[in-house]
């Protein structure tokens, strides 16, 4: 399916999962391959058993949120990392360099832009504000049911989109590597990350994050070092051997192919960009540490493994212009330049069994699909937070739930959503899902970002800007997305889009900052003076982690 889409759209489907729609028409090509479905179990059954130990632990809402505060700077980063790393990354991103060069090297640039902006605004006063959610900063001096149903709401959708690109990718993959039915796939996936979420939760989520992680910076490492050692660990020898046998020649090296024009380009950066930065699943990952000190340690070193990852992939790309782009074996009918078998973001496997054989290969199978368990975990989970937090115990029972009552609503809403994702993947298996990649990364930059940054720095912000703001960021984004041409015309079939660009951040998301302001100003009821009022009691606790009083006792 995603053979039939332009370069735009492979783009936006690169951050959940590239692998989602080209393995389908392959699958019955390709035989079992036994070391993957070895490896695979291997790691299943070890994740499942990291799973037990954590249930022992998992005796308190912190435990089940935030893993007790108890994971380390290094560990945190290591898991952050690996919320970050999808299988897109590996096969996605790969396969965009390899098609396109140095753009696609730009656009991962794009998603690592957002780091400094959690490094330097947001990491420590999120681990001083915050106790689960984001949403607890954001309501922290704001009326608590209003905002944190508006957080809430916001953080479901993007959990919802992001999590139906993962599962359809997951079950393609299983599909792929087992021959299993799509449907039983995403039962398999489903019924594996309502375990893990359910029984070990944060503990175990974070665990299994770790893991993967490191078994995707050794998978690529390993890959990047062999194809290397084919040129003599020359980049000059590789990048000419590459611009000698690619189709765009030396236009590899600079950028202006991927995307149509400046304005798609700029509203693109910016939906990746501060869209990393209100994505709740990784911003859930602040609470998990014990102090300010050490959420920043976490984004230190979830910037260097991303960083480091990041040039391992585009080597793998320029590498697998020559390796694979030259060997007929790779491609239908051994027609060089014709299609990949398997489809264009197959390029990352055939660059494995090409270096490594059918082991590096089965190794690799397996990392991809622990990358994609482990995010559609952390997805899950930030959805139960938002359900059984901020929805049910803040909303509903107005903070008089118990820490039982919370854990129960919690474990019920992470079936309840592996439920409601393996419904999802299976009605839009065959539907071009990129549009939901977009989508969520334009909601999170459109809706829980300026809500997020100006709770946090603005003393003006009332409870009236933040939600109204809030809420015209979400559906702004929706329909700037709904209305423009990769889901008016290609998904819905009508003639011409009512929206002329594919990316909505550029324009929904200066709306909810404007509107967000504009309505805060002019709210000067009882409810807002008060509000303001407090601003600097929230300030004191941001830097320090004590409120006023506390911080005078200090």
């Known amino acids: 399916m995603l053979a039939r889409l332009n370069v735009l759209l492979l783009g936006l489907l690169a951050p959940a999962l590239s692998f989602a729609g080209d393995a389908i028409s392959a699958t019955e090509k390709q035989p079992l391959n036994i070391h993957a479905i070895g490896m695979f179990v291997v790691f299943v059954g070890m994740t499942l058993g990291i799973?037990?130990?954590?249930?022992?632990?998992?005796?308190?809402?912190?435990?089940?949120?935030?893993?007790?505060?108890?994971?380390?700077?290094?560990?945190?980063?290591?898991?952050?990392?690996?919320?970050?790393?999808?299988?897109?990354?590996?096969?996605?991103?790969?396969?965009?360099?390899?098609?396109?060069?140095?753009?696609?090297?730009?656009?991962?640039?794009?998603?690592?832009?957002?780091?400094?902006?959690?490094?330097?605004?947001?990491?420590?006063?999120?681990?001083?504000?915050?106790?689960?959610?984001?949403?607890?900063?954001?309501?922290?001096?704001?009326?608590?049911?209003?905002?944190?149903?508006?957080?809430?709401?916001?953080?479901?959708?993007?959990?919802?989109?992001?999590?139906?690109?993962?599962?359809?990718?997951?079950?393609?993959?299983?599909?792929?590597?087992?021959?299993?039915?799509?449907?039983?796939?995403?039962?398999?996936?489903?019924?594996?990350?309502?375990?893990?979420?359910?029984?070990?939760?944060?503990?175990?989520?974070?665990?299994?994050?770790?893991?993967?992680?490191?078994?995707?910076?050794?998978?690529?490492?390993?890959?990047?070092?062999?194809?290397?050692?084919?040129?003599?660990?020359?980049?000059?020898?590789?990048?000419?051997?590459?611009?000698?046998?690619?189709?765009?020649?030396?236009?590899?090296?600079?950028?202006g192919s991927l995307l149509p024009d400046p304005v798609t380009a700029l509203s693109l950066g910016l939906g990746l960009m501060f869209g990393t930065a209100g994505l709740p699943h990784i911003l859930m990952r602040f609470f998990t540490v014990t102090n300010a000190k050490e959420a920043r340690k976490s984004v230190l070193y979830a910037s260097g493994f991303v960083a480091y990852f990041f040039n391992v992939i585009l080597l793998m790309g320029f590498a697998a212009i020559i390796i694979v782009g030259q060997n007929p074996e790779f491609f239908e009918g051994g027609n060089i330049g014709g299609k990949i078998i398997g489809g264009g973001n197959m390029v990352a496997m055939h660059l494995a069994k090409a270096v490594g054989g059918n082991l590096l290969l089965g190794f690799l199978s397996a990392v991809a699909f622990a990358t994609i368990l482990a995010v559609v975990s952390g997805l899950a989970l930030a959805g139960a937070a938002a359900i059984s937090h901020d929805i049910y115990a803040r909303v509903i029972r107005q903070g008089k739930a118990t820490e039982t009552e919370e854990l129960r609503v919690s474990k019920l809403s992470s079936v309840a959503l592996g439920i409601v994702a393996i419904i999802l993947g299976i009605a839009f298996e065959k539907m071009n899902v990129a549009f939901m990649v977009a989508l969520a990364f334009g909601i999170a930059a459109s809706a829980n970002f300026p809500v997020l940054i100006l709770s946090m720095y603005w003393k003006g912000l009332t409870t009236r800007g933040a939600v109204v703001g809030g809420y015209s960021g979400l559906v702004a984004a929706v329909l700037f997305v709904l209305f423009s041409k990769s889901v008016w015309v290609t998904v819905l079939g009508n003639a011409q889009a009512l929206f002329p660009y594919d990316q909505p951040a550029l324009f929904s998301m200066p709306l909810a900052f404007l509107v967000t302001i504009i309505i805060s100003k002019l709210d000067n009821s009882a409810e807002a003076q008060a509000e303001r009022a407090q601003f600097d009691d929230q300030y004191v606790r941001a830097q320090t982690g004590f409120g006023a009083a506390e911080a005078s006792a200090h």
């Open 51 to 255: 799973t037990k130990w954590a249930a022992g632990r998992t005796k308190s809402a912190a435990d089940f949120y935030t893993a007790g505060g108890g994971i380390t700077g290094f560990q945190n980063g290591l898991a952050i990392a690996g919320d970050y790393m999808s299988a897109a990354t590996l096969l996605g991103l790969t396969a965009m360099v390899y098609g396109k060069g140095v753009d696609g090297y730009i656009y991962m640039i794009a998603f690592f832009a957002g780091w400094p902006i959690i490094l330097f605004l947001m990491a420590e006063r999120l681990r001083n504000l915050g106790k689960f959610t984001f949403a607890d900063i954001t309501s922290y001096r704001l009326n608590q049911s209003k905002v944190r149903t508006m957080a809430a709401v916001s953080s479901l959708t993007v959990v919802c989109f992001y999590l139906v690109a993962q599962m359809v990718g997951a079950g393609q993959l299983i599909k792929l590597l087992f021959g299993l039915d799509y449907t039983i796939a995403l039962f398999v996936v489903g019924a594996l990350m309502m375990v893990y979420v359910t029984f070990g939760g944060m503990v175990a989520t974070t665990w299994v994050q770790i893991i993967k992680a490191c078994m995707l910076l050794a998978g690529g490492t390993l890959v990047m070092i062999l194809a290397m050692s084919q040129f003599g660990f020359s980049f000059e020898t590789l990048m000419s051997k590459a611009i000698s046998v690619h189709s765009l020649g030396e236009k590899i090296l600079f950028p």
